[in-house]
Protein backbone atom coordinates (compact mmCIF):
# COMPACT_ATOMS: atom_id res chain seq x y z
CA UNK A 1 0.00 0.00 0.00
CA UNK A 2 1.35 3.63 -1.36
CA UNK A 3 2.21 5.98 1.66
CA UNK A 4 0.29 9.35 1.15
CA UNK A 5 2.66 12.29 0.29
CA UNK A 6 3.79 14.11 3.13
CA UNK A 7 7.00 16.74 3.31
CA UNK A 8 10.05 15.96 4.55
CA UNK A 9 11.91 17.47 7.11
CA UNK A 10 15.79 16.50 8.05
CA UNK A 11 16.75 18.73 10.52
CA UNK A 12 20.08 18.96 11.96
CA UNK A 13 19.49 19.50 15.41
CA UNK A 14 17.05 19.23 18.68
CA UNK A 15 16.37 22.42 18.51
CA UNK A 16 15.56 22.74 14.88
CA UNK A 17 13.18 19.55 14.71
CA UNK A 18 11.05 21.04 17.79
CA UNK A 19 10.78 24.08 15.94
CA UNK A 20 9.63 22.86 12.72
CA UNK A 21 7.23 20.48 14.68
CA UNK A 22 6.00 23.42 16.29
CA UNK A 23 5.49 25.69 13.26
CA UNK A 24 3.40 23.12 12.22
CA UNK A 25 1.14 23.05 14.81
CA UNK A 26 0.21 19.45 15.26
CA UNK A 27 0.25 19.07 11.28
CA UNK A 28 3.54 17.04 11.34
CA UNK A 29 5.44 13.94 13.03
CA UNK A 30 8.40 12.94 14.37
CA UNK A 31 9.81 9.82 12.13
CA UNK A 32 12.36 7.39 13.98
CA UNK A 33 13.07 4.15 12.69
CA UNK A 34 9.33 4.43 10.92
CA UNK A 35 7.99 0.77 11.60
CA UNK A 36 4.94 1.74 13.30
CA UNK A 37 4.38 5.09 11.82
CA UNK A 38 4.80 4.53 8.52
CA UNK A 39 2.21 1.52 8.69
CA UNK A 40 -0.06 3.23 10.96
CA UNK A 41 0.45 5.92 7.52
CA UNK A 42 -0.14 3.66 4.70
CA UNK A 43 -3.66 2.69 6.47
CA UNK A 44 -4.38 6.24 6.49
CA UNK A 45 -4.71 6.22 10.07
CA UNK A 46 -2.12 8.74 10.46
CA UNK A 47 -2.19 11.54 7.73
CA UNK A 48 0.71 13.86 8.69
CA UNK A 49 1.29 16.87 6.32
CA UNK A 50 5.03 16.62 7.48
CA UNK A 51 7.51 14.16 8.78
CA UNK A 52 10.52 15.41 10.87
CA UNK A 53 13.02 12.34 10.71
CA UNK A 54 15.48 12.33 13.09
CA UNK A 55 17.87 10.08 11.49
CA UNK A 56 20.72 12.91 11.50
CA UNK A 57 20.67 13.64 14.91
CA UNK A 58 23.40 10.85 15.86
CA UNK A 59 23.84 12.30 19.33
CA UNK A 60 20.55 10.34 20.25
CA UNK A 61 21.84 7.13 19.37
CA UNK A 62 24.39 6.16 22.26
CA UNK A 63 24.36 3.75 25.31
CA UNK A 64 26.27 4.90 28.12
CA UNK A 65 27.27 3.37 32.01
CA UNK A 66 28.68 5.06 34.96
CA UNK A 67 28.28 4.31 38.68
CA UNK A 68 26.59 7.46 40.10
CA UNK A 69 23.88 7.74 37.19
CA UNK A 70 22.59 4.55 35.86
CA UNK A 71 22.27 3.16 32.33
CA UNK A 72 21.21 6.48 29.61
CA UNK A 73 20.06 4.57 26.24
CA UNK A 74 19.50 7.71 23.72
CA UNK A 75 15.75 7.90 21.99
CA UNK A 76 17.04 7.06 18.72
CA UNK A 77 19.58 3.87 19.59
CA UNK A 78 17.92 1.17 17.78
CA UNK A 79 16.76 -2.00 19.40
CA UNK A 80 19.43 -4.06 17.60
CA UNK A 81 21.94 -1.66 19.31
CA UNK A 82 20.25 -2.61 22.56
CA UNK A 83 20.28 -6.10 22.26
CA UNK A 84 23.94 -6.52 21.37
CA UNK A 85 25.19 -4.22 23.79
CA UNK A 86 27.37 -6.22 26.95
CA UNK A 87 26.50 -2.93 28.86
CA UNK A 88 22.58 -3.53 28.86
CA UNK A 89 22.81 -7.38 28.78
CA UNK A 90 24.71 -7.23 32.20
CA UNK A 91 23.36 -4.24 33.59
CA UNK A 92 19.77 -4.39 32.95
CA UNK A 93 19.63 -7.91 31.48
CA UNK A 94 15.26 -7.64 30.90
CA UNK A 95 15.84 -5.43 29.04
CA UNK A 96 17.59 -6.74 26.39
CA UNK A 97 14.62 -9.74 26.63
CA UNK A 98 12.20 -7.25 25.75
CA UNK A 99 14.19 -6.16 23.07
CA UNK A 100 14.85 -9.29 21.18
CA UNK A 101 11.56 -10.50 21.20
CA UNK A 102 10.19 -7.28 19.02
CA UNK A 103 9.05 -8.05 15.49
CA UNK A 104 12.29 -9.50 13.61
CA UNK A 105 16.24 -8.83 13.45
CA UNK A 106 15.51 -6.36 10.20
CA UNK A 107 13.00 -4.27 11.71
CA UNK A 108 15.26 -4.01 15.03
CA UNK A 109 17.75 -2.57 12.81
CA UNK A 110 15.29 -0.03 11.95
CA UNK A 111 12.85 0.61 15.15
CA UNK A 112 14.01 2.72 17.65
CA UNK A 113 13.30 2.94 21.55
CA UNK A 114 12.53 5.84 21.82
CA UNK A 115 9.59 4.83 19.45
CA UNK A 116 8.61 1.92 21.12
CA UNK A 117 8.00 4.09 24.17
CA UNK A 118 5.69 6.22 22.35
CA UNK A 119 4.03 3.50 20.44
CA UNK A 120 0.29 4.18 19.44
CA UNK A 121 -1.78 1.85 20.76
CA UNK A 122 -3.28 -1.55 19.42
CA UNK A 123 -7.00 -2.34 18.24
CA UNK A 124 -8.35 -4.81 15.74
CA UNK A 125 -10.99 -2.42 14.93
CA UNK A 126 -8.79 0.44 14.46
CA UNK A 127 -5.69 -1.29 12.73
CA UNK A 128 -7.51 -1.90 9.87
CA UNK A 129 -6.95 -1.14 6.00
CA UNK A 130 -8.49 1.77 4.20
CA UNK A 131 -10.88 -0.66 2.61
CA UNK A 132 -12.19 -1.66 5.77
CA UNK A 133 -12.93 2.16 6.96
CA UNK A 134 -14.92 2.17 3.30
CA UNK A 135 -17.05 0.09 4.72
CA UNK A 136 -18.39 2.48 7.22
CA UNK A 137 -17.45 0.79 10.20
CA UNK A 138 -15.57 3.44 12.21
CA UNK A 139 -14.93 3.15 15.59
CA UNK A 140 -14.52 6.39 18.43
CA UNK A 141 -10.77 6.55 17.93
CA UNK A 142 -11.03 6.71 13.57
CA UNK A 143 -14.02 9.19 13.91
CA UNK A 144 -16.56 7.48 14.68
CA UNK A 145 -19.04 7.87 17.16
CA UNK A 146 -18.38 5.19 19.33
CA UNK A 147 -16.52 2.26 20.46
CA UNK A 148 -17.05 -0.72 18.78
CA UNK A 149 -14.47 -3.68 21.41
CA UNK A 150 -16.98 -2.11 24.10
CA UNK A 151 -20.26 -1.50 22.50
CA UNK A 152 -22.29 1.92 22.61
CA UNK A 153 -18.68 3.19 24.94
CA UNK A 154 -17.72 6.78 24.21
CA UNK A 155 -14.05 5.87 25.46
CA UNK A 156 -11.27 3.69 23.70
CA UNK A 157 -10.01 0.80 25.34
CA UNK A 158 -7.20 -0.06 23.04
CA UNK A 159 -4.08 -1.93 24.27
CA UNK A 160 -0.36 -0.59 24.86
CA UNK A 161 1.63 -3.14 23.77
CA UNK A 162 5.13 -2.07 23.99
CA UNK A 163 7.62 -4.61 25.15
CA UNK A 164 9.84 -2.49 26.36
CA UNK A 165 7.85 -0.47 28.18
CA UNK A 166 7.12 -2.92 31.10
CA UNK A 167 10.46 -3.49 31.67
CA UNK A 168 12.04 0.20 32.28
CA UNK A 169 8.93 1.38 34.56
CA UNK A 170 9.75 -1.90 36.53
CA UNK A 171 13.30 -0.80 36.33
CA UNK A 172 12.00 3.26 37.80
CA UNK A 173 13.06 4.14 34.60
CA UNK A 174 12.99 8.37 33.93
CA UNK A 175 12.62 10.00 30.62
CA UNK A 176 13.78 13.19 29.32
CA UNK A 177 11.32 15.53 26.89
CA UNK A 178 12.95 18.35 24.83
CA UNK A 179 11.51 21.42 23.41
CA UNK A 180 13.66 23.84 21.56
CA UNK A 181 13.87 26.09 24.63
CA UNK A 182 13.99 23.54 27.74
CA UNK A 183 14.28 19.97 28.57
CA UNK A 184 12.79 18.14 31.64
CA UNK A 185 12.84 14.72 33.26
CA UNK A 186 9.93 12.79 34.04
CA UNK A 187 9.19 9.07 35.21
CA UNK A 188 8.48 6.83 32.74
CA UNK A 189 4.84 5.79 34.25
CA UNK A 190 3.83 9.38 34.17
CA UNK A 191 4.03 9.68 30.33
CA UNK A 192 1.01 7.13 29.92
CA UNK A 193 -2.73 9.02 30.17
CA UNK A 194 -4.50 5.16 30.36
CA UNK A 195 -6.95 7.15 27.51
CA UNK A 196 -6.27 4.45 24.20
CA UNK A 197 -6.67 6.85 21.32
CA UNK A 198 -4.44 9.64 23.48
CA UNK A 199 -1.86 7.04 25.08
CA UNK A 200 0.79 9.61 25.65
CA UNK A 201 1.14 12.78 27.20
CA UNK A 202 3.50 14.43 24.73
CA UNK A 203 2.79 17.84 23.27
CA UNK A 204 3.48 18.28 19.40
CA UNK A 205 6.87 20.21 19.31
CA UNK A 206 8.26 17.69 22.37
CA UNK A 207 11.43 15.17 21.76
CA UNK A 208 12.15 12.30 23.78
CA UNK A 209 16.02 12.46 23.72
CA UNK A 210 16.68 9.92 26.18
CA UNK A 211 15.57 7.04 28.62
CA UNK A 212 17.72 6.75 32.14
CA UNK A 213 17.40 3.46 34.08
CA UNK A 214 19.36 5.07 37.49
CA UNK A 215 22.19 3.08 38.90
CA UNK A 216 20.45 1.47 42.11
CA UNK A 217 17.48 -0.34 39.59
CA UNK A 218 20.89 -1.71 37.88
CA UNK A 219 21.60 -4.00 41.02
CA UNK A 220 17.91 -5.54 41.00
CA UNK A 221 17.07 -8.96 39.28
CA UNK A 222 14.35 -9.06 36.61
CA UNK A 223 12.55 -11.20 34.20
CA UNK A 224 10.54 -10.22 31.25
CA UNK A 225 7.76 -13.04 30.09
CA UNK A 226 5.41 -12.11 27.33
CA UNK A 227 2.27 -14.14 25.58
CA UNK A 228 2.41 -13.40 21.48
CA UNK A 229 -0.20 -15.38 19.19
CA UNK A 230 3.44 -16.26 17.26
CA UNK A 231 6.92 -15.97 18.50
CA UNK A 232 8.40 -13.91 16.17
CA UNK A 233 6.81 -10.62 14.27
CA UNK A 234 4.09 -10.29 16.82
CA UNK A 235 2.78 -7.90 19.15
CA UNK A 236 2.46 -9.21 22.71
CA UNK A 237 -1.30 -10.31 23.93
CA UNK A 238 0.28 -10.11 27.64
CA UNK A 239 3.53 -9.11 28.95
CA UNK A 240 4.76 -8.98 32.49
CA UNK A 241 7.93 -7.30 33.42
CA UNK A 242 9.35 -8.07 37.22
CA UNK A 243 12.24 -6.40 38.83
CA UNK A 244 13.43 -7.06 42.43
CA UNK A 245 16.25 -6.27 45.16
CA UNK A 246 16.78 -8.77 47.97
CA UNK A 247 18.00 -8.18 51.47
CA UNK A 248 21.09 -9.94 52.94
CA UNK A 249 18.34 -11.25 55.32
CA UNK A 250 16.48 -13.05 52.20
CA UNK A 251 13.40 -10.34 52.28
CA UNK A 252 12.21 -8.63 49.43
CA UNK A 253 12.72 -5.33 50.12
CA UNK A 254 12.44 -3.27 46.96
CA UNK A 255 9.99 -4.61 43.57
CA UNK A 256 7.80 -3.32 40.58
CA UNK A 257 5.28 -5.70 38.78
CA UNK A 258 4.34 -4.19 35.35
CA UNK A 259 1.76 -5.29 33.02
CA UNK A 260 1.51 -5.02 29.52
CA UNK A 261 -1.28 -5.41 26.61
CA UNK A 262 -3.95 -5.12 29.81
CA UNK A 263 -5.06 -1.81 29.44
CA UNK A 264 -4.48 1.67 27.87
CA UNK A 265 -1.85 1.88 29.43
CA UNK A 266 1.13 -0.18 30.90
CA UNK A 267 -0.34 -1.00 34.32
CA UNK A 268 1.35 -1.82 37.87
CA UNK A 269 0.08 -4.23 39.61
CA UNK A 270 0.69 -2.67 42.94
CA UNK A 271 -1.54 -4.94 45.11
CA UNK A 272 0.19 -8.20 44.36
CA UNK A 273 3.92 -6.06 44.99
CA UNK A 274 2.43 -4.99 48.48
CA UNK A 275 1.58 -8.45 49.39
CA UNK A 276 5.36 -9.76 48.43
CA UNK A 277 7.13 -6.67 49.92
CA UNK A 278 8.95 -7.67 53.17
CA UNK A 279 8.52 -11.28 52.88
CA UNK A 280 11.14 -14.36 52.50
CA UNK A 281 10.14 -16.07 49.47
CA UNK A 282 8.33 -19.44 50.34
CA UNK A 283 6.44 -21.67 47.88
CA UNK A 284 2.73 -20.37 48.47
CA UNK A 285 3.75 -16.63 47.86
CA UNK A 286 4.41 -16.30 43.96
CA UNK A 287 0.88 -18.09 43.51
CA UNK A 288 -0.89 -16.12 45.80
CA UNK A 289 0.55 -12.88 44.60
CA UNK A 290 -0.04 -14.03 40.79
CA UNK A 291 -4.23 -14.43 41.83
CA UNK A 292 -4.00 -10.99 43.10
CA UNK A 293 -2.49 -9.50 40.22
CA UNK A 294 -5.59 -11.25 37.82
CA UNK A 295 -7.82 -9.38 40.14
CA UNK A 296 -6.45 -5.95 40.01
CA UNK A 297 -6.85 -5.88 35.99
CA UNK A 298 -9.92 -5.84 33.80
CA UNK A 299 -8.88 -6.48 29.91
CA UNK A 300 -11.61 -5.84 27.59
CA UNK A 301 -12.75 -8.67 25.59
CA UNK A 302 -11.08 -8.15 22.49
CA UNK A 303 -12.32 -9.75 18.70
CA UNK A 304 -9.54 -12.67 19.87
CA UNK A 305 -9.64 -12.83 23.65
CA UNK A 306 -11.94 -13.11 26.13
CA UNK A 307 -11.21 -10.73 29.21
CA UNK A 308 -10.83 -14.32 31.39
CA UNK A 309 -8.43 -15.88 28.94
CA UNK A 310 -5.97 -12.59 29.31
CA UNK A 311 -6.58 -12.53 33.40
CA UNK A 312 -5.32 -15.94 33.62
CA UNK A 313 -2.45 -15.56 31.13
CA UNK A 314 -1.40 -12.71 33.63
CA UNK A 315 -1.87 -14.46 36.11
CA UNK A 316 0.69 -17.40 34.25
CA UNK A 317 3.07 -14.92 33.56
CA UNK A 318 3.28 -13.17 36.90
CA UNK A 319 4.24 -16.34 38.80
CA UNK A 320 6.85 -17.29 36.72
CA UNK A 321 8.13 -14.14 36.55
CA UNK A 322 8.17 -13.74 39.99
CA UNK A 323 10.04 -16.93 40.29
CA UNK A 324 12.23 -16.02 37.16
CA UNK A 325 13.27 -12.85 39.09
CA UNK A 326 13.72 -14.07 42.58
CA UNK A 327 16.06 -17.08 40.49
CA UNK A 328 18.23 -14.68 38.14
CA UNK A 329 21.97 -14.38 39.45
CA UNK A 330 23.37 -12.01 40.95
CA UNK A 331 25.08 -8.94 38.16
CA UNK A 332 28.19 -8.35 37.67
CA UNK A 333 29.58 -5.76 35.03
CA UNK A 334 31.39 -6.47 31.80
CA UNK A 335 34.83 -5.67 33.75
CA UNK A 336 34.10 -7.73 36.74
CA UNK A 337 32.81 -5.10 38.94
CA UNK A 338 29.64 -6.11 41.13
C1 LIG B 1 5.01 -6.56 11.92
C2 LIG B 1 5.31 -5.74 13.14
C3 LIG B 1 5.60 -6.36 14.34
C4 LIG B 1 5.85 -5.60 15.48
N1 LIG B 1 6.10 -6.24 16.65
C5 LIG B 1 6.29 -5.52 17.78
C6 LIG B 1 6.48 -6.19 19.02
O1 LIG B 1 6.52 -7.42 19.10
N2 LIG B 1 6.64 -5.43 20.13
C7 LIG B 1 6.63 -4.06 20.08
O2 LIG B 1 6.80 -3.44 21.13
N3 LIG B 1 6.45 -3.41 18.91
C8 LIG B 1 6.28 -4.09 17.76
N4 LIG B 1 6.09 -3.44 16.57
C9 LIG B 1 5.98 -1.96 16.54
C10 LIG B 1 7.27 -1.18 16.21
O3 LIG B 1 8.02 -1.84 15.23
C11 LIG B 1 8.14 -0.97 17.43
O4 LIG B 1 7.35 -0.56 18.52
C12 LIG B 1 9.28 0.06 17.21
O5 LIG B 1 10.10 0.09 18.35
C13 LIG B 1 8.80 1.48 16.94
O6 LIG B 1 9.97 2.29 16.84
P1 LIG B 1 10.25 3.19 15.56
O7 LIG B 1 11.56 3.86 15.79
O8 LIG B 1 10.12 2.44 14.31
O9 LIG B 1 9.06 4.25 15.75
P2 LIG B 1 8.31 5.14 14.65
O10 LIG B 1 7.38 4.29 13.89
O11 LIG B 1 9.29 5.97 13.89
O12 LIG B 1 7.52 6.12 15.64
C14 LIG B 1 6.51 5.64 16.51
C15 LIG B 1 5.83 6.87 17.17
O13 LIG B 1 6.71 7.50 18.09
C16 LIG B 1 6.94 8.87 17.72
N5 LIG B 1 8.35 9.09 18.01
C17 LIG B 1 9.38 8.27 17.67
N6 LIG B 1 10.53 8.70 18.24
C18 LIG B 1 10.22 9.82 18.92
C19 LIG B 1 10.98 10.72 19.74
N7 LIG B 1 12.30 10.54 19.95
N8 LIG B 1 10.36 11.76 20.33
C20 LIG B 1 9.00 11.95 20.15
N9 LIG B 1 8.23 11.13 19.39
C21 LIG B 1 8.83 10.09 18.79
C22 LIG B 1 6.58 8.96 16.24
O14 LIG B 1 6.18 10.27 15.86
C23 LIG B 1 5.43 7.95 16.17
O15 LIG B 1 4.25 8.56 16.63
C24 LIG B 1 5.84 -4.17 15.41
C25 LIG B 1 5.57 -3.55 14.18
C26 LIG B 1 5.29 -4.30 13.06
C27 LIG B 1 4.99 -3.61 11.78
S1 LIG C 1 -11.09 0.34 21.78
FE1 LIG C 1 -12.94 1.06 20.73
S2 LIG C 1 -12.56 3.22 20.16
FE2 LIG C 1 -10.60 2.27 20.74
S3 LIG C 1 -9.70 1.63 18.81
FE3 LIG C 1 -10.83 -0.14 19.63
S4 LIG C 1 -12.89 -0.02 18.81
FE4 LIG C 1 -11.88 1.95 18.46
Do not use: H
Request: hydrophobic content about 45%; some cysteine; proline content about 5%.
Amino acid sequence: MNLPSFQYFEPRSVKEASRLLRQGKGRGKILAGGTDLLNLMRMRSETPSFLVNLGALKELSFIRYDKAGGLRIGALTSLAAITESAEVRVRCPMLAQAAEKIASPQMRNAATLGGNILLDTKCPYYNQTPLWFESGIRCLKAGGDECLAVKGEKSCYAFWSSDTVPPLIALGARVKIVTAEKGRWLNLDKLYTGLGDKPVKIAADEILTEVLIPASSCRMKGAYLRFSQRETIDFPVVSVAVAAAVSRQGKIARLRIVAGGVDSAPKRLLRAEGLLRGKIMDGALAPAAAAMAAREVAPIKDVFYPSRFKRDVLRALVEDGILAALDAKEKRSPDGEA
